[in-house]
T-cell receptor, first 113, second 113 residues
Framework: EPEVTQTPSHQVTQMGQEVILRCVPI?????FYWYRQILGQKVEFLVS????????KSEIFDDQFSVERPDGSNFTLKIRSTKLEDSAMYFC???????????FGPGTRLTVL | GDSVTQMEGPVTLSEEAFLTINCTYT??????LFWYVQYPGEGLQLLLK?????DKGSNKGFEATYRKETTSFHLEKGSVQVSDSAVYFC????????????FGGGTRVLVKP
């Protein structure tokens, strides 16, 4: 069964450093999402991406964040200058349409020191 | 904006007990409703969904009915197993909020043998 994969599974970085989190979507999926879950809190929407552009973003998704599909397969989330409060589990999700279920990857745990 | 409220856990049960996790939502328009499950150390997996009022989603012995009149989507299972121990998330998408998922806070369920 096809699945969404994410790398790395765990990333440790120093405050102020840039990180790139990678996701490989299910091959025929066209809609891509990033969510995050700070330890003990809700899963929060960050951004949705369709047709090579952002379709919606939350207020969390400020100028330090960016997304792209650099090679038509990977879907990446870049955090330019990490802060302590960016420590969270980041989930990639993909879907075949805008209103159907989303399929989640296993997540990347980001720890900012 | 849209929101989802679900009962706080942890919920501790014995094997073969009946499980109910309450979920209510606030949304404009006609959202789709989902239950996702997160097993220890894993990502979010879709458990079941319902896309319109009075629809019943079911999977793996779990059921939930979309109740528009009470804005609820309670999850039930008649006889739980130890393997059902996980965190369960109620979520919605669609309606006026677009295609992002809005999650409840999650309910941890622990089933003891």
């Amino acid at each position: 069964e096809p699945e969404v994969t994410q790398t790395p599974s765990h990333q440790v970085t120093q405050m102020g450093q840039e990180v790139i989190l990678r996701c490989v979507p299910i091959s025929n999926h066209l809609y891509f999402y990033w969510y995050r879950q700070i330890l003990g809190q809700k899963v929060e929407f960050l951004v949705s991406f369709y047709n090579n552009e952002i379709s919606e973003k939350s207020e969390i998704f400020d100028d330090q964040f960016s997304v792209e599909r650099p090679d038509g397969s990977n879907f990446t989330l870049k955090i330019r200058s990490t802060k302590l409060e960016d420590s969270a589990m980041y989930f990639c999700a993909t879907g075949t349409s805008g209103y159907n279920e989303q399929f989640f990857g296993p997540g990347t745990r980001l720890t900012v020191l | 904006g849209d929101s989802v409220t679900q009962m706080e856990g942890p919920v501790t049960l014995s094997e073969e007990a009946f499980l109910t996790i309450n979920c209510t939502y606030t949304a404009t328009g006609y959202p789709s409703l989902f239950w996702y499950v997160q097993y220890p150390g894993e990502g979010l997996q879709l458990l079941l969904k319902a896309t319109k009022a009075d629809d019943k989603g079911s999977n793996k012995g779990f059921e939930a009915t979309y109740r528009k009149e009470t804005t609820s989507f309670h999850l039930e299972k008649g006889s739980v197993q130890v393997s059902d121990s996980a965190v369960y998330f109620c979520a919605l998408s669609g309606g006026a909020a677009g295609n992002k998922l809005t999650f409840g806070g999650g309910t941890r369920v622990l089933v003891k043998p």
